[in-house]
């Protein structure tokens, strides 16, 4: 079976190579995701272009960890929730925060609990949101700009989530400590 394997700064079509280096510079490693995204500089490109967007929404950079973790869980990416735990801890956020968006359970503050709420049901359920969840997301402070936002979060882990499905990536070793933690009720691959 065809694989498409990690890119290098060498080996990447013209179009990914720019931004490879940005990102071996900003990270000081080349993710395998990224690198495997580097494939296709439709792609790469498509994907920091959002990402870039979605870093200046109206959230925090905690929220939007938060975001991306909890649509990584709902997708079932060991790789991006390995990814995403790994970014939450260096923001600060509690464990057992972490670990109630890895194992969808409650959240203890009401409004992370909010917002992990309807993001869980607009990645499980393709866009639709209960009026309780949309009621305790109102009620927490966001606003209908912030539930539209949350759609940039979940499109760009729809791509990496299911470019990992398609093509399964290895975990950098940054990330590896994260996978140990994983205790969802369900099958990952």
Same mark, same amino acid.
């Given at each position: 079976m065809k694989t498409l394997k990690p890119q290098t700064d060498e080996t990447a079509p013209e179009g990914s190579? /720019?931004?490879? $280096?940005?990102? $071996? /510079? $900003? !990270?000081? !490693?080349?993710?395998?995701?990224?690198?495997? !995204? #580097?494939?296709?500089?439709?792609? %790469?490109?498509?994907y920091l272009a959002l990402d870039t967007a979605w870093e200046k929404s109206s959230f925090s950079a905690q929220e939007r960890e938060m975001i991306l973790?909890?649509?990584?869980?709902?997708? $079932?990416?060991?790789?991006?929730v390995a990814?995403?735990?790994? #970014?939450l801890k260096a923001l600060h956020l509690e464990a057992a925060a972490i670990d109630a968006i890895r194992n969808r359970s409650l959240l203890a503050d009401p409004k992370q609990d909010a917002l992990v709420t309807v993001t869980r049901e607009l990645a499980s359920?393709?866009?639709?949101?209960? /009026?309780?969840?949309?009621?305790? !997301?109102f009620d927490a402070g966001y606003d209908?700009?912030? %539930?539209?936002?949350? %759609?940039?979060?979940? #499109?760009?882990?729809?791509?990496?989530?299911?470019?990992?499905? %398609?093509?399964?990536?290895?975990?950098?070793?940054?990330f590896e400590a994260e996978t140990q933690q994983v205790t969802l009720p369900y099958h990952w691959r």
């Open positions: 190579k /720019e931004n490879l $280096r940005a990102i $071996r /510079e $900003r !990270f000081g !490693f080349v993710p395998n995701l990224m690198a495997t !995204f #580097a494939n296709s500089p439709a792609m %790469l490109n498509g973790l909890t649509a990584s869980v709902a997708n $079932r990416c060991l790789y991006c990814v995403h735990a790994t #970014a359920d393709h866009g639709y949101v209960s /009026e309780a969840a949309k009621k305790a !997301f209908i700009v912030a %539930l539209m936002e949350i %759609l940039a979060g979940i #499109a760009l882990k729809t791509m990496s989530n299911y470019l990992d499905h %398609l093509n399964p990536i290895s975990i950098d070793p940054a």
